[in-house]
């Protein structure tokens, strides 16, 4: 059936809804131009509430989310990210240090490696206080402690990233207006985001012919953590809708969590844990590995 809601990404009223998870009660929408899929019911109470949750996290609760993600997979990301922006970035004065914002920051360890090893003056924003004072006692990086729409930025930075932030908030066009109007005139957006692959498209098939029955897939991918999944057609529409131009999108092999964390977080048995992230290790370190996630790059004009 086609819902009455436009299009998160494209804006365009071709959107369509899937059958729903006979586990969850989640519905998946598909955008019919852009092929954005997304959760139709995302603003519901279950995952708001999980966010409210999110926000209220101790001081150790954030500093074990963050020790559970793949060591590898960061610094080497991060690194050549930061290379793109500061070759994309316009010449700056002589003495003065291009100014970078992360939102969502985390424990900001990727802005200590921005400000250490590429010279940026660095600062960003988190929701989460437990992840305000990580940040600080961690790596010496301060950060705002607030949504990006309360702070009052406008043309006061030169570089804007996110990593894995933006299927997260709930009003993705909000979020990416308000990177605009921060950016100064020829600064740059850097952003990975959840990408909707074949093995997606695979896994939602099947559900949609088991009447939603098979849906463990479908219901871990979209979910409250990431509630819309980008093509490379969805994100470049968005983003040229929204006034950003140069815009490449390109799928990447990259994993956040460890394997254990990723198969734990399906709710499986618990002696299943251990061999499927064996399973899934040897996957990712495959050619066939789905790249499930979207390096984004785009300028404001």
Not at 33 to 50: S, T
Not at 198 to 224: C, E, L, N, W, Y
Request: proline share 5%; charged share 25%; glycine share 6%.
């Amino acid at each position: 059936m086609t819902n009455s809601h436009d299009c998160p990404a494209c804006a365009g009223p071709r959107v369509r809804t899937a059958v729903a998870s006979r586990a969850t009660g989640r519905r998946i929408s598909t955008c019919q131009d852009c092929g954005v899929h997304f959760w139709h019911d995302h603003e519901d109470a279950e995952r708001l509430e999980a966010i409210e949750l999110q926000i209220e996290w101790s001081d150790d609760d954030y500093s074990n989310w963050v020790d559970i993600k793949r060591e590898q997979v960061g610094p080497e990301a991060w690194r050549e990210a930061l290379g793109w922006v500061r070759d994309a970035l316009p010449n700056r004065p002589a003495g003065t240090a291009p100014v970078m914002y992360d939102v969502g920051a985390g424990d900001g360890e990727f802005l200590s490696v921005a400000r250490d090893d590429f010279g940026f003056s660095v600062t960003g924003n988190e929701i989460v206080a437990g992840a305000v004072k990580l940040a600080k006692d961690r790596h010496d990086v301060d950060l705002d402690l607030g949504d990006l729409s309360s702070l009052g930025h406008v043309e006061d930075v030169d570089a804007v990233t996110l990593w894995c932030v933006l299927a997260h908030v709930t009003d993705t066009d909000q979020l990416l207006a308000d990177t605009h109007t921060m950016l100064r005139p020829g600064g740059v957006l850097f952003l990975q985001t959840p990408h909707w692959t074949k093995a997606d498209t695979m896994a939602h098939a099947a559900k949609r012919a088991t009447f939603g029955r098979f849906s463990k897939v479908p219901d871990r991918r979209i979910a409250q953590h990431h509630w819309i999944l980008h093509t490379r057609e969805s994100i470049t529409a968005q983003l040229t809708r929204l006034g950003f131009v140069d815009i490449v999108a390109e799928p990447r092999l990259r994993y956040t969590l460890t394997s254990e964390a990723y198969i734990a977080s399906m709710n499986p048995p618990k002696w299943s844990i251990r061999p499927a992230a064996r399973l899934l290790d040897r996957l990712i370190a495959s050619p066939v590995a789905p790249r499930i996630v979207l390096d984004v790059r785009a300028r404001k004009a």
